[in-house]
């Protein structure tokens, strides 16, 4: 089975506008944290923003924030007010486990979703 | 500018060959991670090290090997390469627990292997 599973192989939006990126994933690790990486057309991963699987609040980082679902096991990201420079690829992860020093801490990504911004 | 340095930034070769790729984790980060990202496959987690050992082995083929040297630089050597070898691979590094709660890891540029 998939362990994160992003639904939208690609999607519009128009400037200004807010959009949501899905994520759903699957753990039976009661810790674990969420990850939103972008990709723009250059290459780089830029990290985005992070949930904790303990964390009450769902996290905010600017025009970004995470819609997090425990109980549905949803991680959706929302960004508000779309420029045209958030036209990338995103791509949603986890990682499984505590955090430690020993093995693990890992991310396993999603297939990603491809946003367009429409001028 | 994450602070990962990967060189180099493309490569292109022909099947049966080895490559080495190189990569510079962020000052003080301890922890080096090596991803592939291909079209089939998307990204996937290849290995870990930490502080020069090896930690964790996801999706690695006994062809790929890699390490971490004293300086905590890593190299990944890629033997009798495949077409299917073709792919962007990056290098991540984190600071593992003395990095907090997110241990966020932040990925170099990637390398573009290319093979013909």
């Known amino acids: 089975a998939q362990k994160i599973t992003q639904t939208q192989p690609g999607m519009f939006v128009q400037e200004k506008e807010a959009v949501t990126l899905d994520c759903t994933y699957d753990t039976s690790d009661p810790s674990y944290g969420l990850f939103w990486y972008k990709q723009p057309s250059s290459g780089e991963m830029i990290f985005l923003i992070y949930q904790g699987s303990y964390d009450q609040q769902n996290a905010t980082e600017g025009r970004y924030s995470l819609n997090f679902q425990k109980a549905r096991k949803s991680a959706n990201l929302v960004i508000s007010a779309s420029q045209l420079g958030d036209s990338a690829m995103y791509f949603c992860?986890?990682?499984?486990?505590?955090?430690?020093?020993?093995?693990?801490?890992?991310?396993?990504f999603g297939g990603g979703t491809r946003l367009m911004v429409k001028p | 500018d994450s602070g990962v340095t990967q060189t180099p930034k493309h490569l292109i070769t022909a099947t049966g060959q080895r490559v080495t790729l190189r990569c510079s984790p962020r000052?003080?980060?301890?922890?080096v991670y090596w991803y592939q990202q291909s079209l089939d496959q998307g990204l996937q987690f290849l290995i870990q090290y930490y502080n020069g050992e090896e930690r964790a082995k996801g999706n690695i083929l006994e062809r790929f090997s890699a390490q971490q040297f004293p300086d905590l630089h890593s190299e990944l050597n890629l033997s009798s390469l495949e077409l299917g070898d073709s792919a962007l691979y990056f290098c991540?590094?984190?600071?593992?627990?003395?990095?907090?709660?997110?241990?966020?890891?932040?990925f170099g540029p990637g390398t573009r292997l290319t093979v013909l």
């Open positions: 992860a986890m990682r499984e486990g505590r955090l430690n020093n020993n093995a693990g801490n890992m991310l396993t």
């Open positions: 000052s003080g980060d301890l922890s």
């Open positions: 991540a590094s984190s600071a593992g627990l003395a990095g907090g709660p997110y241990n966020e890891q932040f």
